[in-house]
């Protein structure tokens, strides 16, 4: 477990007033709770100032307080560790995941460190674990979480030891093209940190016995503790429990991002979801959010198709049966308006672009194996007026869209809450990614 960092002694600075200032907190430890927290959790006050012989205590000298001289140790933290991808199901037993303990520097200039309260088991974590998305090993993976701030890097202003947080698998630049155009989805400079296995500001933080091992785009959820570029911490309300907070930073953002930003579903559209994961379930809400006069569920297994009834489909239809395009057709009178692929499948993008009716869109949110290659006929999209689209983090702003979600949350328009299945403990994760593959599992919450 992690201790609180000693504040730094002797270091240099400009003010008389601030090493006074520094060396006294040093010593007393002020802690007062009419102040805000400073980036070691001290705690100062005028008052407080003026009780240490400080006298005047006014606003820019309170500022001296807080300047930040990062800590030079790392801290020690339990992480779930992938060394090896494509070992063999079981994974309970071939155990792809290692509990280690590993080193964690101090947050650098425009990082935080946090500290994990809940991560979600997504089908993308296991797209890892499976090589279907093959990635740099060593690597602390997890993407979808909700946690603490447990320490501030210097010039971080906007957060404070204690604030809760969303963390954000694509962080934002603010500078590229991309985030100019008010797309930060697909921020250059995060895609390019994300495959580096690095954080946003390109560095790596996560070591063991002097190895770096890599950061699972920018995030490492699966783990006590994780250090993220501040870009990827949305700060939420602390009255929002953390295990279902951790949703909106995936299966929220992605699934009813998809229906809402990038196919912008009108009321009164029909609306087919193929794989009911906690994406697709997501989606299947969002589409109820918007009004959508049908709402047609499709997946292999028939606990899936249950449980989406319960969340409100007005039909379901199992992906296996032969005449399952047959059946959607039927009960849309021809095609939907509307088919969102939440499935990671080739097959189940083949299925969905084929329930669509002409002039209708089809959407994929998911990632298969990058060899795997979808057709269609060119002519199709042309004299059917179809469209085709991809959709990643639900086209979100998150800083815009995860409050908005959260919104519709607390009014009861997303039950984001009937996802959550497991909640399961580090030493758990490789029996919970056995359920993920398995299916049995809608959306497993890891509590560090």
């Not at 992690?2 to 200032?21: N, V």
């Not at 079981?90 to 155990?95: E, G, R, V």
């Amino acid at each position: 477990m992690r201790t609180r960092p000693e504040l730094p002694r002797g270091h240099a600075s400009t003010s008389a007033l601030a090493r006074r200032t520094h060396w006294l907190l040093g010593m007393a430890h002020v802690r007062d709770p009419t102040m805000t927290t400073d980036v070691w959790g001290q705690r100062l006050t005028r008052p407080g100032l003026a009780a240490l012989g400080i006298a005047g205590g006014g606003r820019r000298r309170l500022r001296c307080a807080t300047i930040h001289q990062p800590r030079s140790d790392p801290m020690k933290a339990r992480a779930a560790v992938l060394r090896e991808m494509l070992k063999p199901r079981p994974y309970a037993t071939s155990k792809p995941f290692s509990i280690e303990e590993v080193d964690l520097a101090a947050p650098g200039e425009g990082e935080v460190l946090v500290r994990i309260r809940a991560a979600g088991l997504c089908h993308s974590d296991l797209s890892t674990i499976n090589g279907d998305r093959p990635r740099e090993m060593p690597i602390v993976l997890g993407h979808e979480a909700a946690g603490e701030v447990a320490e501030v890097g210097p010039g971080v202003r906007d957060l404070k030891v204690g604030d809760h947080v969303i963390l954000i698998f694509v962080p934002s630049c603010g500078a590229c093209i991309t985030c100019a155009e008010g797309r930060p989805a697909l921020c250059e400079k995060a895609a390019a940190a994300n495959g580096a296995n690095t954080l946003l500001t390109g560095a790596r933080r996560i070591s063991q016995k002097g190895q770096s091992i890599g950061h699972h785009v920018g995030v490492s959820a699966f783990a006590e503790y994780a250090v993220c570029a501040r870009q990827s911490l949305i700060k939420i309300d602390s009255t929002l429990p953390f295990e279902e907070a951790a949703l909106f930073g995936c299966a929220v953002v992605t699934g009813a991002g998809a229906v809402i930003n990038t196919a912008r579903v009108p009321t009164g559209a029909s609306v087919a979801v193929v794989g009911l994961g906690g994406v697709g379930l997501m989606s299947l809400l969002a589409a109820r959010a918007a009004g959508a006069r049908q709402t047609i569920a499709i997946d292999m297994l028939d606990d899936k198709l249950k449980l989406a009834k319960q969340l409100g489909a007005t039909h379901t239809v199992n992906a296996r049966d032969t005449d399952a395009v047959e059946q959607v057709r039927a009960l849309s009178h021809g095609g939907v308006e509307f088919a969102f692929e939440m499935a990671s499948s080739v097959k189940a993008l083949e299925l969905a672009f084929t329930v669509t009716r002409r002039g209708g869109m089809t959407v994929t949110g998911s990632l298969p194996h990058p060899a795997h290659r979808f057709e269609v006929p060119a002519s199709q999209l042309v004299a059917e007026e179809r469209t085709l689209k991809g959709s990643y983090i639900g086209s979100c702003v998150p800083l815009r869209d995860i409050p908005r979600f959260i919104a519709l949350y607390q009014q009861g328009l997303l039950p984001v809450d009937r996802l959550m299945s497991e909640r399961i403990g580090l030493d758990d994760i490789n029996l919970g990614f056995d359920r993920l593959a398995d299916g049995a599992s809608v959306r497993q919450i890891l509590v560090p």
